[in-house]
């Protein structure tokens, strides 16, 4: 079983909708989890990162974290076609080793 | 905020020659940086940390004498590919921890995408 398992899509939505990107992980010590964001050919760019359960938010951007489903969430709120790329979890315990999802495509159609 | 610079940002070269990528942490000093590597549609794949001043730690399954890594002063990590062949081609990242204290504080270069021919 991979440590992060995270759906690929490629996802595809209209301008204005919600989205939202997910991950399940099978490690319960994992306490940090991060959310990356990786434009084609660049490398990735941290876009939200949470400690423990809970939710985090960042203007359209909304993190949840909830460790008794080994589940995390990012959801956009008004989407735009500048936040086409592609969407990558990470997750660690000590900060000293990272696991990460295999980043979920995005297109947000104008 | 903190900036990775990653050069080359791509390369092409002949099967068996060498390649070398560069990671510079321009405004952090980063003890330790990390290198992976990642192929269309796949996870980021951690290859190897980079310490200053001491040897590469490499993961399993992952030939050091093939993948040099030098870390030699605190800003400055270099990937070397040595005798490349096609498999190698893939997109290699590398990324510093720009913030000791936080545990999600890390910063990754633009990448570099290696092709062999």
Same mark, same amino acid.
């Given at each position: 079983?991979?440590?992060?398992e995270?759906?690929p899509?490629?996802?595809?939505?209209p301008e204005?909708?919600?989205?939202?990107?997910?991950?399940?992980?099978?490690?319960?010590?994992?306490?940090?989890?991060?959310?990356y964001?990786?434009?084609?050919?660049?490398?990735?760019?941290?876009?939200?990162?949470t400690?423990?359960?809970?939710?985090?938010?960042?203007?359209?951007?909304?993190?949840?974290?909830?460790?008794?489903?080994?589940?995390?969430?990012l959801?956009?709120?008004?989407?735009?076609?500048?936040?086409?790329?592609?969407y990558?979890?990470?997750?660690?315990?000590?900060?000293?080793?990272f696991y990460?999802?295999?980043?979920?495509?995005l297109?947000v159609?104008? | 905020?903190?900036?990775v610079?990653q050069?080359?940002?791509?390369?092409?070269?002949?099967?068996?020659?060498?390649?070398? $990528?560069?990671?510079? @942490? %321009?405004?952090?000093?980063?003890? &330790?940086?990390?290198?992976?590597?990642q192929?269309?549609?796949?996870s980021?794949?951690?290859?190897?940390?980079?310490n200053?001043?001491?040897?590469?730690?490499?993961?399993q399954g992952?030939?050091?004498?093939k993948?040099? $890594?030098?870390?030699? @002063? %605190?800003?400055l990590?270099?990937l &070397?590919?040595?005798?490349?062949?096609?498999?190698?081609s893939?997109?290699?990242?590398?990324?510093?921890?720009?913030?000791?204290?936080?545990?999600?504080?890390?910063?990754?270069?633009?990448?570099?995408?290696?092709?062999?021919?």
């Amino acid at each position: 079983q991979k440590e992060v398992e995270q759906d690929p899509g490629p996802l595809s939505v209209p301008e204005g909708a919600i989205v939202s990107l997910n991950c399940t992980y099978s490690n319960s010590a994992f306490q940090y989890f991060m959310w990356y964001r990786q434009y084609s050919r660049k490398g990735p760019e941290l876009l939200m990162y949470t400690y423990s359960s809970g939710n985090k938010e960042d203007g359209r951007f909304t993190a949840q974290v909830d460790k008794s489903s080994k589940y995390i969430s990012l959801f956009i709120r008004d989407s735009q076609p500048s936040d086409s790329a592609t969407y990558l979890c990470a997750m660690t315990n000590t900060g000293n080793q990272f696991y990460f999802g295999t980043g979920t495509s995005l297109t947000v159609i104008p | 905020g903190a900036v990775v610079s990653q050069h080359p940002s791509w390369v092409i070269c002949k099967s068996g020659t060498s390649v070398k $990528i560069e990671c510079r @942490s %321009l405004d952090f000093q980063a003890t &330790t940086m990390f290198w992976y590597r990642q192929f269309p549609k796949q996870s980021l794949m951690l290859m190897a940390t980079s310490n200053e001043g001491s040897k590469a730690t490499y993961e399993q399954g992952v030939e050091k004498d093939k993948f040099l $890594i030098n870390h030699a @002063s %605190l800003t400055l990590s270099t990937l &070397t590919v040595t005798s490349a062949h096609p498999e190698d081609s893939s997109f290699y990242i590398c990324s510093a921890r720009d913030r000791p204290a936080a545990n999600y504080g890390y910063t990754f270069g633009s990448g570099t995408r290696l092709t062999v021919v």
